[in-house]
């Protein structure tokens, strides 16, 4: 029998006299993940901030059967002088950990991710990507009930993807519950039960194949500083669907398929990869 760790019953949201959300209702399941997908500013942000106490309810309530444990990570991550260690470091031994489990259970997550080089520079240094893998390894370190996660691939690489997926399926298949928000269809087939649209201010069950219309990825490059460079490959250009460049980047959007394949080219042509996003729309 399933097992209701939140219901959110009746809701709505105002900020001043614009709804934003109106009579939103479903449950949180014991190990289940729910995806809420919709165009940007329709309110899934809000209604995540809601679930975890961090904005009122309007009208409605939200009941949390018990006092879980919730943890959210935020799409924008604040930057600070901490290093990321240090500050995952302490979330771990404020959750509980001792310092040597915390720093034990830091090291491997950030070994995970692929962190090792940059978990000891300060926050405010780090990129977006890696500011979003720094809250994802806080979250893991200490198993919470629930998961509240605000567009958790954005920014994140190929390969930190595909860990990042992997490790919240374990998650919950220890019986953690997440909900998040998200556009990657690859993510919302690989993890949620259930998905659900947020259009027009309501809340409805959704058929993934109907909800989005286009898949593609958007690759963002950077020279390197010290070699200056190299050339685009042609091998790039064939697989793009397009290239847009300037003197500090280019931005090439090209099919999921392809997007491995142009990352291996322009990493041995001498540029990084400085972001990347799928979009459906």
Not at 19 to 30: A, H, P, V
Not at 111 to 118: A, G, K, L, N, T
Not at 125 to 149: E, H, P, R, W
Not at 206 to 219: G, I, P
Request: with cysteine; aromatic share 8%.
């Amino acid at each position: 029998m399933a097992e209701n760790l939140i219901d959110v019953v009746g809701v709505s949201k105002y900020f001043g006299k614009d709804q934003i959300l109106e009579d939103i209702n479903f449950s949180i399941e014991k190990g289940k993940t729910i995806a809420l997908v919709g165009h940007n500013g329709c309110g899934k942000s809000t209604l995540l901030r809601m679930i975890a106490h961090l904005t009122t309810v309007s009208e409605g309530k939200i009941i949390h059967h018990k006092k879980w444990k919730i943890t959210y990570i935020p799409e924008r991550f604040p930057k600070s002088d901490f290093t990321a260690r240090e500050y995952v470091m302490s979330m771990g031994m404020l959750d509980g950990l001792t310092k040597e489990e915390a720093k034990e259970r830091g090291r491997f997550l950030f070994r995970q991710f692929f962190m090792d080089s940059m978990a000891d520079k300060p926050m405010k240094y780090l990129s977006k990507g890696t500011l979003q893998k720094t809250a994802v390894i806080q979250a893991l370190l200490t198993k919470a009930d629930i998961l509240l996660m605000d567009e958790p691939l954005s920014g994140q690489d190929v390969e930190s993807q595909n860990i990042f997926m992997a490790m919240i399926q374990k998650y919950v298949n220890d019986g953690g519950s997440v909900v998040m928000s998200c556009h990657e269809k690859k993510l919302i087939n690989r993890l949620a039960d259930l998905v659900y649209e947020i259009k027009d201010r309501h809340l409805k069950q959704a058929v993934l194949e109907d909800t989005f219309l286009q898949e593609y990825d958007v690759l963002i490059f950077e020279r390197e500083e010290e070699s200056g460079g190299g050339t685009l490959p042609k091998e790039v250009k064939d697989a793009a669907d397009m290239v847009e460049m300037n003197s500090f980047h280019i931005k090439i959007r090209s099919s999921a398929e392809n997007s491995n394949q142009i990352i291996r080219l322009m990493l041995g042509a001498g540029f990084q990869l400085r972001e990347m996003q799928n979009v459906q729309e």
